[in-house]
């Protein structure tokens, strides 16, 4: 976001002019925001099963918060069921653009208290935020659709919107995200938006990133990129375990194994 | 203590792992047979179908491995019937494969994959159920007689002779059933030895240790190859579970072949084969009941 000349110049007179709460600097959307992260990568191991990343900074005391954590946008893919005799079957598809895999948003207060729907939808924050920057195929009913999408993804604990979840103390703020461990890894962005007068004054971002490491990231990039190789793998690693654990649990003598 | 599944994207807990092996094992020590409750129960633990079946089929491979060495040692196995059974698994396994990818891609994989083990689970519960009652488990293979399907394969053209079995078949037979098994070995991640065992000494009228010989031999390199394949075409084989589940079911089985002598097996069979038909009834009930969400998310993200 490239301020406009006229921005910058409003900003540094009401700099100048006000050294008061933040209210007064409203229009300046340069309002300093600190942000820091317990993690700034989280590493997939074999032992790996969720994360709790805690997200916390420094702002203006007389501000509001509002933390958002989301994946990348991209393209999803969803078969719609319907019965089919006794059965639920996929009948149909539907697809939607600019979807995040994970989305999850907390406040200090109720986003619908603190800040107007135009920035809402601009800055993509909240359900109302979020379901305007979401694409939905042509020809559904894109309500319907659209909040079956968020809630399928809220069972999977996949998208959240808590109405509070931001705790303040003077001028810090502080909160936490929980990282599922079927998160797949890539860049993440975590941004903190300062919210005054309905309105964001300033934001700050942090890329949180997930890899697999070790054991893990070469089995599923094998497995994914190199269908073959990995095929041998997996039929030779079962071999050999199978063949070990034989060994190390030896079967009777005279005993011919039945498997 | 908890792992991640690089392949099946989630995280479970490791003992449970290795005890649903430990389980399998020792039904399949005990009662002969018992592989084909792995799937079902790895996707009762979260695990999605088609990984399930497909790291099912991958801990097959390991779980005949010993035993194939010991019965080609023993001299317990028609290579020639194995190797015809082999063409037709790696043919069918193949076209499962396939099948697989079609319907993953059409989104009702999951659904064909639990209403298989539906059918097969109150075939397999019922049958046993009856032999468990009837208490003929022991002496049961002797002089099978003359059955429509014998005879009907008696019919078939290229006839051969497997002299190691000491009978005189249609090359066609093993060709089919290995077929038939392949076809399940992609789709279920079964290894068929339930199927295999009695319609080789029913129909055929091999002997009993050539049977499960040629079945284990039949049932590794079809296993291997599935593993193989599905691993190649629909990247579902997650062989970091398939590794821990074996550790289990080797365990298992020797812990099953140890006691089975001391236990009762006729009652453990009716007992077994009430659990196995409980299973059959929630798996249906699963696709009958309305789903919590009309949408479903299609593959691929993991």
């Not at chain 1, 969803?78 to 697809?95: E, Q, Y």
């Not at chain 1, 995040?100 to 406040?107: D, G, L």
């Not at chain 1, 924050?125 to 968020?150: F, H």
């Not at chain 1, 860049?187 to 309105?199: H, M, Q, W």
Request: proline content about 4%.
């Amino acid at each position: 976001m490239m301020p406009r000349p006229g921005t910058i110049l409003l900003s540094v007179l009401c700099g100048l002019a006000c050294l008061g709460p933040c209210t007064q600097r409203a229009a300046t959307s340069r309002l300093p925001i600190e942000l820091h992260t317990s993690a700034g990568l989280i590493r997939v191991t074999p032992r790996y099963c969720g994360e709790l990343v805690k997200v916390w900074g420094t702002v203006s005391p007389s501000c509001d918060v509002v933390v958002k954590l989301a994946s990348p946008r991209e393209p999803a893919l969803f078969s719609r069921k319907g019965k089919v005799g006794p059965f639920w079957l996929s009948v149909d598809r539907v697809r939607f653009e600019n979807v995040p895999w994970m989305y999850k948003v907390k406040s200090s207060e109720p986003i619908d208290e603190i800040l107007s729907l135009e920035e809402q939808i601009r800055y993509q924050l909240g359900v109302r935020g979020l379901k305007a920057s979401i694409g939905v195929q042509k020809g559904v009913d894109r309500d319907l659709y659209l909040n079956e999408l968020i809630m399928t993804r809220k069972a999977d604990r996949l998208f959240s919107f808590g109405h509070t979840g931001v705790r303040r103390k003077g001028r810090s703020f502080a909160t936490s995200f929980f990282w599922p461990s079927d998160g797949p890894s890539g860049r993440y962005l975590i941004e903190a938006f300062a919210v005054t007068g309905g309105r964001v004054a300033g934001y700050k971002t942090r890329v949180l990133e997930v890899k697999k490491v070790g054991l893990e990231a070469w089995v599923s990039r094998l497995a994914q990129g190199h269908g073959i190789f990995y095929g041998a793998f997996a039929v030779s690693l079962a071999i050999a375990a199978g063949l070990i654990a034989s060994l190390v649990f030896k079967r009777p003598q005279g005993h011919i194994a039945k498997s | 203590m908890n792992i991640f599944l690089p392949v099946a994207g989630i995280d479970v807990n490791l003992l449970l792992i290795i005890g649903i092996g430990v389980f399998v094992g020792f039904v399949q020590g005990l009662l002969g047979s018992g592989g084909f409750l792995l799937t079902p129960l790895l996707i009762m633990l979260g695990v999605s179908p088609t990984v399930a079946a497909a790291s099912g089929i991958n801990a097959i491979v390991g779980a005949s491995v010993s035993g194939t060495f010991a019965h080609l040692k023993a001299g317990n196995v028609d290579v020639k019937m194995g190797l015809f059974m082999l063409v037709g698994g790696i043919a069918g396994g193949g076209a499962g494969t396939i099948i697989v990818k079609i319907l993953r891609a059409m989104g009702n994989l999951d659904v064909v994959i639990i209403l298989c083990y539906v059918i097969f689970m109150a075939v397999i519960g019922v049958i046993m159920f009856v032999e468990g009652l009837s208490s003929r488990v022991k002496g049961e293979s002797e002089s099978p007689g003359e059955s429509p399907v014998m005879r009907w394969l008696g019919k078939l053209p290229f006839r051969t002779h497997f002299k190691v079995s000491g009978v005189e078949t249609s090359a066609l037979a093993p060709l089919l059933l290995g077929g038939f098994v392949g076809v399940l070995a992609a789709i279920m991640g079964v290894g068929g030895g339930f199927f295999l065992i009695p319609a080789m000494t029913y129909f055929l009228g091999m002997p009993m240790q050539v049977v499960v010989g040629t079945v284990l031999f039949q049932m590794l390199f079809t296993s291997g190859s599935v593993t193989f394949m599905q691993a190649a075409v629909n990247h579902n084989v997650d062989a970091i579970l398939a590794a821990i589940l074996l550790v289990g079911t080797t365990l298992g089985a020797q812990l099953g072949a140890r006691l089975v002598r001391r236990l009762k097996a006729d009652q453990l069979k009716v007992a077994f084969s009430l659990m196995v038909l409980a299973m059959s009834v929630k798996m249906l009930n699963d696709l009958l009941v309305a789903p919590a969400f009309f949408l479903v998310e299609l593959g691929g993200r993991r």
